[in-house]
């Protein structure tokens, strides 16, 4: 839908005028008119405020849906040949081939605002806007974005008592990491996550926190750990205090205990016998 059609649609379903829609947006109502019949468009942050005030998604505003888009950097990939590889070099289906090459990122190592400072120059000369539109538009896209959105995702939820108990300069190393990995690290990841909650089970059911299920699920868990950490942070001993920490923290105890009852009790006692 073109956005002069997107904004009236948007005004009508909210059922006010032109005029109530210009004074909630701080415009003329000539501007609105303007947009509505197409003559002059909203800029980024117009946009962006649009969706604030009125509650709909960015994406209304793209003719294509979010996964038109490289899940990186935005960038509109509707050509095959625009695609990148996996690493059996198979074409990605989320990511661009400026982003995503044999199943790993090509810019590693950088925060979100960092890989928006070093493409939007790129964008903008791709889509044909200001350096300054470009990297409003980034800001505004990519935390909804497959690289980008866990990481944020988790900020929210748990970033400041994580800062709090590890430190700004840790925790920015974890999530470069993290947003580095590809897919096929965060398919092994996952996997691994899955299997280590069955191992957990076995290991309850065995009751022994010094036994080999249990020696095993540590190792299991420790190598999991080692995948998101930064390198040279997995100590046995920072091992043992997450484990205090997901016994302390009831959200990790209804994810551990629903393995089975009294788990994330087990899984600390065998860390701490274990590690």
């Known amino acids: 839908m073109p956005m002069k059609d997107t904004i009236a649609a948007i005004r009508k379903e909210a059922g006010i005028t032109q005029e109530e829609m210009a004074r909630r947006l ?6 609105v008119s303007r947009w509505e ?19 709909v998604p960015l994406e209304r505003f793209f003719d294509m849906p979010m996964s038109y888009y ?33 199943g790993d990122f090509t810019a590693k190592g950088m925060t979100m605002d960092e890989f928006i400072e070093a493409t939007a120059p ?10 300054d539109e470009a990297v ?13 959105r866990e990481v944020g995702e988790n900020e929210e939820r748990y970033g400041a008592e994580v800062r709090a108990a590890y430190g700004d300069e840790v925790v920015d190393a974890a999530n470069e990491k993290y ?16 299997a280590i909650k069955e191992q957990l089970r076995r290991a309850v059911e065995a009751g022994d926190v010094e036994g080999p299920e249990a020696r095993k699920l540590v190792a299991m868990h420790g190598h ?8 040279g942070m997995y100590t046995p001993e920072a091992h043992k205090g997450l484990a205090d920490g997901y016994l302390a ?27």
């Open 26 to 31: 701080y415009v003329t109502r000539q501007a």
């Open 37 to 55: 019949t197409g003559e002059t468009a909203p800029g980024i942050d117009m946009v962006k405020l649009i969706c604030v005030t009125f509650g």
């Open 70 to 102: 490289c899940q990186c950097c935005s960038m509109p990939i509707p050509e095959d040949e625009l695609h990148g590889t996996e690493a059996d070099g198979s074409k990605s289906a989320d990511y661009c081939k400026y982003c995503y090459d044999h």
């Open 122 to 131: 790129m964008e903008a000369k791709a889509l044909g806007v200001s350096l």
């Open 136 to 148: 409003s538009l980034m800001a505004t896209l990519l935390p909804h974005l497959k690289r980008w």
């Open 179 to 194: 947003v580095a990995m590809g897919e096929a690290a965060h398919l092994q990841a996952d996997e691994l996550e899955l």
């Open 224 to 231: 999991w750990l080692r995948m998101y950490w930064p390198d």
């Open 249 to 275: 923290d009831e959200r990790f105890r209804a994810y551990y205990d629903a393995v089975a009852p009294g788990a994330t009790q087990f899984l600390r006692n065998a860390i701490h016998a274990c590690a």
